[in-house]
């Protein structure tokens, strides 16, 4: 049996590519399509157009695989004006490089396909054989504020995490450059400074390269910075003040002696960025008592900061637990840290929480 994921890693990089090229182009536009869910947190035609082609390149290359994706098809076949936008992003969006294109699975077929498609990512998800998990814009609210976003895949095989894709459009290209939450004001990004995608497969190391438009660019490893020194450190944390909690973040700072600002900044975009030593420390406190977070939002990040020399648990020091169905119930919170600090990071996160509970 191979296990090298080979061909599972390039066609998750150009279907997050392509997705993401799609999310650009919504990005770009003032008319982005917005409805608000059941849970009030809002959706675009950007989330439905990159799920719906995502997934059709996961039919053609693997259909017989099961979908964890975060958004439902049901709206749609009630709202026509809103599937013909989003049916016109899906016609017209194509990788430039006519291989690519072809593996997977070239055009959709129509507005109905499409639908279908959509609706292909409600799997309960759970602990046995292969399943996809699918964010096709992670921190939508980020996406609509002109900040950081996500699109993200991850290929898991009895619950654990085999394949890693980050497709980061507003994040630098340059490894080096430094972690900042504004994308600048260059919106349009003339120079091509911006863009990348992040992948990891379990084993086999993380990497980095430009997100460009065509055939794959040559990827680059990774690897966390690691802290000598905790003063000089600082966290990556949301930018939403209902998605973790900063108070008692700011507190943990403190008792490690970190004295700088947290650097905030929406989506996944948080784990590629400690991946590649631009930032240090992921921390995601939970803010009630009911919200579980969900595979989607965790399951590519997870796999590329530990392939790059991370460590990766909830607030209790446990594993994220990607077995258990659509959402991480088995967990609270997330710390990402290098491996060398990690126990230092959940001893202060774990007093500062106890005070707080008692
Ligand atoms: N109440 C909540 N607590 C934590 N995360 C949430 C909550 N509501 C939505 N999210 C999800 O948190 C993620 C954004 O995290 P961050 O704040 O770190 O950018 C998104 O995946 C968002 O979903 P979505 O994919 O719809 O944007
Ligand atoms: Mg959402
Ligand atoms: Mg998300
Ligand atoms: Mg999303």
């Known amino acids: 049996m191979s296990s090298s994921f080979a061909k599972e890693l390039e066609v998750a990089q150009l279907a997050v590519q392509r997705a993401t090229i799609l999310t650009k182009r919504v990005f770009h536009n003032s008319a982005k399509g917005t409805v608000s869910k059941d849970d009030a947190s809002p959706v675009t035609v950007g989330d439905f157009g990159a799920q719906a082609l995502i997934i059709a390149a ?21 709202n ?27 055009a959709v077929k129509d507005a109905d396909a499409m639908l279908d498609l959509i609706g292909l990512g409600n799997s309960k998800g759970g602990a046995s054989g292969r399943i996809w998990a699918i964010d096709p814009i992670d921190g939508t609210k980020g996406f609509l504020r002109g900040g950081q976003y996500a699109v993200c ?38 120079g091509g400074s911006r863009g990348v995608i992040f992948s990891a497969v379990l084993g086999q190391g993380a990497s980095s390269r430009p997100l460009g438009t065509g055939a794959l660019a040559e990827g680059k490893p990774i690897a966390m910075k ?117 126990g230092q990071v959940l001893k202060a996160v774990q007093e500062v929480l106890g005070q707080a509970a008692s």
């Not at 004006?81 to 899906?90: E, F, K, N, S, T």
């Open 226 to 342: 690691p802290i000598t020194e905790m003063a000089a450190a600082s966290f990556c944390e949301s930018v939403e003040a209902g998605h973790s909690n900063q108070g008692e973040s700011a507190q943990i700072a403190q008792k490690l002696g970190i004295t700088r600002p947290s650097v905030r900044m929406d989506s996944q975009a948080k784990y590629g960025s400690i991946a590649r030593g631009a930032g240090d420390i992921y921390l995601r406190l939970p803010t009630s008592k009911t919200y579980q977070e969900k595979i989607w939002d965790h399951a590519a990040g997870d796999l590329i900061v530990r392939e790059a020399g991370g460590q990766v648990t909830d607030t209790t020091g446990s594993r994220l637990d990607f077995s258990v169905g659509r959402t991480l119930a088995a967990n609270r919170g997330v710390i990402a840290a290098p491996a060398a600090v990690h």
């Open 80 to 106: 026509a004006a809103l599937r013909d936008q989003i049916w016109d992003l899906v016609r017209t969006t194509a990788l430039d490089d006519a291989a690519a294109e072809a593996l997977l699975g070239g």
């Open 153 to 190: 895949l991850a290929l898991m095989v009895d619950g654990d995490v085999k394949v890693g894709v980050l497709g980061c459009p507003n994040l630098p290209v340059d490894d080096a450059a430094p972690l900042t939450a504004d994308i600048g004001t260059d919106q349009t990004d003339e």
């Open 58 to 78: 996961l039919q053609a290359n693997f259909p017989g695989d099961k979908i964890v994706a975060e958004e439902e098809s049901d709206t749609l076949r009630s």
